[in-house]
């Protein structure tokens, strides 16, 4: 088997990542969007990020990403202030501005962190279906 470039690889774990976020709650396939509530086939919604996914610090934490429907995501620039009230709901009092902070650190993953991040989201997925 060839051996997969590194931005090859960052692409296959992100979709991977993606569909990991976006089945994890989904009931029957259908998830809900963070920011609006919109209910949808998990396959037509997307993988909102509350910290942008140029920070690889936050790019696969799960608290930072979220389902998120295309409107908000996209159309509406992630919602990121209802996004972080959202986290904060969910997850506790100041995640989102601990998430903020995180992302804002260097974080250099090796060839092989990437390569066992993407087994690791694999299994997640099979256990989930």
Do not use: P
């Not at 709650?25 to 209910?39: D, E, V």
């Not at 995501?73 to 902070?101: C, H, M, P, R, W």
């Amino acid at each position: 088997m060839k051996k997969l470039s590194r931005s090859k690889l960052i692409k296959k774990l992100d979709k991977i990542f993606s569909i990991y976020i976006r089945t994890r709650y989904a009931k029957n396939n259908i998830a809900q969007c963070f920011t609006c509530g919109k209910k949808d086939d998990y396959k037509r919604l997307q993988c909102g990020h509350f910290q942008s996914r140029r920070f690889y610090s936050t790019r696969w934490n799960e608290l930072n990403c979220q389902v998120q429907c295309a409107g908000c995501n996209v159309f509406k620039y992630g919602e990121q202030f209802i996004f972080s009230k959202n986290l904060d709901i969910k997850y506790g009092i100041g995640t989102a501005e601990k998430l903020y902070i995180e992302a804002h650190k260097i974080v250099k993953y090796s060839t092989s962190d990437i390569q066992d991040l993407i087994t690791n989201y694999e299994m997640l997925i099979k256990q989930q279906i």
